[in-house]
């Protein structure tokens, strides 16, 4: 049974910094690849970020690309999201999903690539 676990959300001030950490267990994580998620109040879910089982590609959204990085450590099977300059409007519900069939490009990320998913972490910013 594979189960994806987000951690690291909070409340943060805007213009702070904040760092998303994902582990999956029951699959292989270093042939998988994995995306950040976030869902704000009223709104559709987007990518945020993805990166590829080898990490060699990743996805950064256009709203975010400057000032988020996202890396994974195979060794500690675990994603990261490293936020930077939070605003505002980047206070949501961040989901990690992980899929081992999943093909991570620069110009395309989507949910529907994925079908393993964590219950989400809310991420908070205060102006």
């Known amino acids: 049974q594979v189960q994806v676990l987000e951690s690291g959300g909070g409340l943060v001030q805007a213009g702070g910094s904040l760092k998303l950490s994902c582990t999956a267990s029951?699959?292989?994580?270093?042939?998988?690849?994995m995306g950040w998620f976030r869902q704000a109040p009223g709104k559709q879910r987007e990518a945020v970020a993805c990166?590829?089982?080898?990490?060699?590609?990743?996805y950064l959204a256009e709203s975010v690309k400057d000032r988020v990085n996202v890396s994974r450590d195979v060794a500690k099977k675990t994603l990261y999201l490293q936020m930077n300059n939070l605003e505002f409007e980047d206070t949501a519900m961040y989901y990690c999903a992980a899929d081992s069939l999943a093909v991570v490009v620069p110009d395309t990320c989507s949910e529907h690539m994925f079908d393993h998913w964590g219950q989400g972490i809310l991420v908070t910013v205060s102006s």
């Open positions: 029951g699959l292989t994580f270093d042939d998988s690849s």
């Open positions: 990166i590829s089982w080898s990490g060699g590609a990743t």
